[in-house]
């Protein structure tokens, strides 16, 4: 059974940090991401990585600040937060596909989701 766990969202204040983690079972993965969904809003890509080679890819929203990274030994990628602003609050999903082909930046493409872990930054 294929398993994504998403852990590490909280409460924090703006200019914070916060480090997300999803950990994969059930199967190894070729691109995993992360997605974030504001109340009212649509769901939207924040940042991917190809496991195999590690080439990321970020929404402009959230370049330069976040850093995502990945340990194939652990099948589980990171998302680590800085200097966070209250437009980052949100629900934030991880997503995983087997291929290295998709377009890393569509939720569509992805397989298999998380149940999701709230971040939340106060101003």
């Known amino acids: 059974q294929v398993q994504l766990v998403e852990s590490g969202g909280g409460l924090v204040q703006a200019g914070g940090s916060l480090r997300l983690s999803c950990a994969a079972s059930g199967r190894t993965f070729s691109t995993m991401g992360w997605f974030r969904q504001a109340p009212g809003k649509a769901r939207e890509f924040a940042a991917a990585i190809r496991m195999s080679s590690a080439t990321t890819y970020y929404a402009d929203s959230v370049k330069g600040r976040f850093i995502i990274s990945r340990d194939n030994t652990k099948n589980t990628i990171y998302l680590q937060m800085n200097n966070l602003k209250p437009e980052d609050t949100a629900e934030y999903y991880c997503?995983?596909?087997?291929?290295?082909?998709?377009?890393?930046?569509?939720?569509?493409?992805?397989?298999?989701w998380g149940q999701g872990t709230q971040v939340t930054v106060s101003s």
């Open positions: 997503a995983a596909d087997p291929s290295s082909l998709i377009i890393p930046a569509r939720a569509r493409s992805y397989d298999y």
